[in-house]
């Protein structure tokens, strides 16, 4: 590009050529000065407004204002409603562990008064020297994810220990350590004694119980019935096997209430106190067999379950 210059003060007219880089130098110094032209009268347009308190201005903060509460609102709702939603979450699941909790306590055979899952827990102690300080969203919701987390992973131990205890409290179950009779007392204790029919020393083989004719005989253990009938000695008897070479025997019989097959719990009635078979008067004889050989029942009644 070429310029010609021309004036009365000038002998002659000048010319100047100007080059691709010197024409991007000057448009780009035209658009800084349009650019700083603008800055300035925003600047002094707004400074202006708000010497004068332009009613202009003051919408536009008002505008402002107003879509910046709005957006906070939002927010802060948005973030209550995740915290409702993750505290009605732990309620949910803080329900199902108190209820595990009592599940766990009958299992285990513990005092629900021990632990009062229906109550909150009681906390306390002095003002701290360290200055205390509200906490934030953010924290608020790092601290309920993990608490979350936390409680699951307590209700997936609970369970394992739940299906653990419930185990043991089965076999538990199916050993005999309840008593045959209630408010009956030992008149013959297992092992050697004088034999009240022949007067020489021979082997008892159970223990006896006194208690009055009908008195209900209570199975020692759950099990299924495998013996309910006559015996020559033991006169009417019942045999329960419990599992694992476990089996009790209740003789001298009154009355039968069970047969062959019949599937009882610890503590059902199976038969009543009598006086049958070779018995010198009214009582029960309660044995416990372990593959077939005669244990101290002694020893399973004073056994905890």
């Given at each position: 590009m070429n310029i010609i210059l021309v004036s009365n003060g000038l002998t002659r007219a000048r010319s100047f050529a100007l080059g691709t880089s010197q024409l991007v130098l000057l448009g780009f110094g035209v658009f800084l000065l349009i650019v700083s032209l603008a800055v300035l009268l925003h600047y002094f347009s707004l400074r202006y407004a708000?010497?004068?308190?332009?009613?202009?201005?003051?919408?536009?903060?008002?505008?402002?204002?107003?879509?910046?509460?709005?957006?906070?609102?939002?927010?802060?709702?948005?973030?209550?409603?995740?915290?409702?939603?993750?505290?009605?979450?732990?309620?949910?699941?803080l329900l199902r562990v108190d209820a595990l909790g009592?599940?766990?306590?009958?299992?285990?055979?513990?005092?629900?008064?021990?632990?009062?899952?229906?109550?909150?827990?009681?906390?306390?102690?002095?003002?701290?020297?360290?200055?205390?300080?509200?906490?934030?969203?953010?924290?608020?919701?790092?601290?309920?994810?993990?608490l979350s987390k936390d409680l699951e992973d307590r209700t997936d131990k609970l369970r394992v220990l739940e299906s653990m205890l419930t185990e043991d409290s089965a076999k538990r179950q199916l050993v005999p350590t309840g008593t045959p009779v209630e408010n009956g007392f030992y008149s013959s204790n297992f092992g050697w004694r004088i034999d009240p029919f022949t007067g020489l020393n021979a082997f008892h083989e159970g223990i006896d119980f006194m208690a009055e004719e009908g008195t209900p005989i209570l199975a020692a253990a759950g099990g299924v019935v495998v013996f309910?009938?006559?015996?020559?000695?033991?006169?009417?008897?019942?045999?329960?096997?419990?599992?694992?070479?476990?089996?009790?025997?209740?003789?001298?019989?009154?009355?039968?209430?069970?047969?062959?097959?019949?599937?009882?719990?610890?503590?059902?009635?199976?038969?009543?106190?009598?006086?049958?078979?070779?018995?010198?008067?009214?009582?029960?004889?309660?044995?416990?067999?372990?593959?077939?050989?005669?244990?101290?029942?002694?020893?399973?009644?004073?056994?905890?379950?």
């Open positions: 708000v010497m004068n308190d332009s009613p202009y201005l003051r919408s536009l903060l008002v505008s402002l204002q107003a879509q910046e509460n709005e957006r906070m609102q939002s927010y802060l709702r948005n973030s209550l409603n995740t915290m409702a939603a993750k505290v009605g979450e732990l309620q949910a699941r009592e599940r766990l306590t009958k299992v285990a055979g513990l005092k629900p008064q021990e632990f009062m899952f229906d109550r909150i827990p009681a906390r306390g102690g002095a003002d701290s020297s360290v200055p205390s300080t509200e906490p934030t969203m953010m924290q608020l919701g790092s601290t309920l994810d993990q309910a009938d006559r015996h020559p000695q033991y006169g009417n008897m019942v045999e329960i096997d419990h599992g694992n070479d476990l089996v009790t025997r209740y003789a001298h019989a009154s009355k039968l209430l069970v047969k062959v097959g019949d599937v009882v719990l610890r503590g059902s009635k199976i038969a009543e106190v009598g006086n049958t078979g070779r018995s010198t008067g009214t009582h029960l004889h309660f044995e416990v067999r372990y593959k077939g050989v005669a244990q101290n029942p002694a020893r399973f009644l004073r056994m905890p379950g």
